[in-house]
């Protein structure tokens, strides 16, 4: 069976110095990895007799806005089919240099969720055989879901923007200064 | 043998069009042009459903039985463009939905009507964000705004019997006006 610790053992042991942390929230555990061998660690993970990752569930990114230097988490979700077992891969990337290697050759489902990462937070994925939009109208000249861009479409006219926290200084909780 | 044993009754509830006026006399009649068209186009209007979420399903209703949107003439849908008179936009239009939308209304011949039914598709509706068209009249002219979420079918009858008065009193000159063709051009049609 495979646990937690065992799957970070062995990885500490192969990598060292490129796993940088550790943590579990709900039973699944996440590994931090160095951006540069995430390729290394994805493919040990798939070929590994004991390990077996040879699934991978999601790809996505989150925006920390606050974390300088590292802003865009790129989060991997992998699964093992056999032992019914889950692990989450995170690699944290410079906003303004948001570069990392396409895992697409390893697991083409990551072909279609690579765009839709970068179509989303862009994410440049080095290496990508196609990396345009997927999701958002070609013309779309940002990222939408980084937290700088209002959620809210700016060509709305019909609303009173006090009742609904754009402009206004009582919602603005998730205001940030960047 | 005897076939008929019950006796026939016919509907005699009926409600027929009534004459626009004008002078008649046995075998003629002289009326206005404009009148008789529009008699014509408003009692055969033919709907083009452009459905794309859940205001379509109360369309759905609103051609059933219980509702039947063919009573008003209105019998039979199509989805061929040219075909049609007035196009029903019923449902969210996200951004990229929005040069087929606009498609689809360059297709259809003149004279067209458009009716937006719901919330999503007069002003986006709840779905303020980055990826859906805040109203489909950033895209194409629209005549009859249909409020509700969803609005109920006596709502989107209420839409086509507007549509109905619209096309009645409609001007046979109104669509080469020059007032028209400017606002084609405003949505860059043509």
């Known amino acids: 069976m495979l646990d937690n610790k065992f799957v970070f053992q062995k990885l500490h042991e192969k990598f060292g110095e490129s796993i940088i942390g550790y943590e579990e929230n709900y039973d699944i555990m996440a590994i931090y990895g160095a951006k540069d061998e995430n390729l290394k660690i994805?493919?040990?993970?798939?070929?590994?007799?004991?390990?077996?990752?040879?699934?991978?569930?999601?790809?996505?990114?989150?925006?920390?806005?606050?974390?300088?230097?590292?802003?865009?988490?790129?989060?991997?979700?992998?699964?093992?089919?056999?032992?019914?077992?889950?692990?989450?891969l995170k690699f944290a990337l410079d906003i303004r240099k948001p570069d990392i290697f396409t895992a697409s050759a390893l697991h083409p489902t990551a072909n279609w969720l690579e765009r839709e990462c970068y179509d989303f937070f862009g994410v440049n994925f080095v290496g990508h055989p196609n990396l345009i939009r997927?999701?958002?109208?070609?013309?779309?000249?940002?990222?939408?879901?980084?937290?700088?861009?209002?959620?809210?479409?700016?060509?709305?006219?019909?609303?009173?923007?006090?009742?609904f926290g754009r402009n206004s200084e009582r919602f603005n909780m998730g205001k940030l200064n960047i | 043998m005897i076939y008929n044993k019950r006796p026939v009754t016919h509907n005699t509830n009926i409600k027929l069009v009534e004459s626009?006026?004008?002078?008649?006399?046995?075998?003629?009649?002289?009326?206005?042009?404009?009148?008789?068209?529009?008699?014509?186009?408003?009692?055969s209007i033919w709907?083009?459903?452009?459905?794309?979420?859940?205001?379509?399903?109360?369309?759905?209703?609103?051609?059933?039985?219980?509702?039947?949107?063919?009573?008003?003439?209105?019998?039979?849908?199509?989805?061929?463009?040219?075909?049609?008179?007035?196009?029903?936009?019923?449902?969210?239009?996200?951004?990229?939905?929005?040069?087929?939308l606009k498609q689809v209304y360059i297709q259809m011949a003149e004279p067209r009507w458009v009716i937006a039914v719901g919330a999503c598709a007069s002003s986006g509706g709840i779905f303020d964000s980055y990826s859906v068209l805040q109203g489909i009249d950033e895209v194409i002219p629209v005549d009859v705004y249909v409020p509700g979420c969803a609005p109920r079918p006596e709502q989107i009858l209420d839409g086509i019997l507007r549509v109905q008065e619209l096309v009645e009193s409609e001007s046979i000159r109104r669509r080469s006006s020059p007032e028209y063709q400017e606002l084609l051009k405003s949505y860059g049609i043509q």
């Open chain 1, 134 to 163: 997927i999701m958002n109208v070609d013309e779309m000249d940002y990222f939408p879901l980084r937290k700088e861009f209002p959620l809210e479409d700016q060509t709305r006219r019909d609303k009173d923007d006090d009742m």
């Open chain 2, 20 to 43: 626009p006026g004008g002078y008649e006399g046995e075998g003629f009649g002289a009326m206005q042009l404009s009148k008789i068209v529009g008699l014509a186009r408003k009692n």
């Open chain 1, 42 to 88: 994805l493919q040990y993970l798939y070929d590994d007799e004991e390990l077996g990752f040879t699934f991978m569930t999601d790809l996505t990114a989150i925006h920390y806005p606050h974390n300088i230097g590292e802003e865009l988490v790129v989060t991997y979700l992998l699964y093992n089919m056999r032992k019914n077992f889950h692990v989450r």
């Open chain 2, 47 to 100: 709907p083009l459903p452009f459905a794309t979420s859940c205001c379509g399903i109360e369309f759905m209703a609103t051609m059933g039985a219980h509702y039947d949107l063919a009573r008003f003439g209105s019998e039979r849908l199509a989805f061929t463009p040219r075909q049609c008179d007035v196009l029903m936009v019923m449902g969210t239009i996200a951004k990229k939905m929005a040069p087929v």
